[in-house]
């Protein structure tokens, strides 16, 4: 059974940087598309960056530039490094996979495993 944990929440200073990671396991599929979703209070759900598994990625617009997404495949982990964090990225962040080629759009819709998330805030 296909399963995803985050880890590496936590509170930091705007311009400040985090690393977050997902430890994945259950995959049998060979092609998987795995990505990172947020999710503010009041706000709906919405992807963040896509990562294919011949290490393609796709990023949205507010991210680009500032935010990394990674996977090794030794460890079994999906990472995502976040740089000159900024107050509006706060929110609960998901990992989330799906078993085909990743989409331009980063659709939620599209994803059918979840992770329950990890809290990140960036203050002021």
């Known amino acids: 059974q296909v399963q995803l944990v985050e880890f590496g929440g936590g509170s930091v200073p705007a311009g400040g940087s985090l690393t977050l990671s997902c430890r994945y396991s259950?995959?049998?599929?060979?092609?998987?598309?795995m990505a990172w979703f947020r999710q503010a209070p009041g706000k709906e759900r919405e992807g963040v960056a896509s990562f294919e598994t011949d290490g393609v990625s796709t990023y949205a617009d507010p991210v680009k530039g500032r935010f990394t997404i990674s996977r090794d495949n030794s460890k079994n982990t999906l990472n995502l490094q976040m740089n000159s964090l900024k107050p509006e990225d706060t929110a609960m962040y998901y990992c989330?996979?799906?078993?085909?080629?990743?989409?331009?759009?980063?659709?939620?819709?599209?994803?059918?495993?979840w992770g329950q998330g990890t809290q990140v805030t960036v203050s002021s």
């Open positions: 989330a996979a799906r078993h085909h080629y990743c989409y331009s759009k980063i659709d939620r819709a599209n994803f059918a495993y």
């Open positions: 259950g995959f049998t599929y060979t092609r998987t598309c």
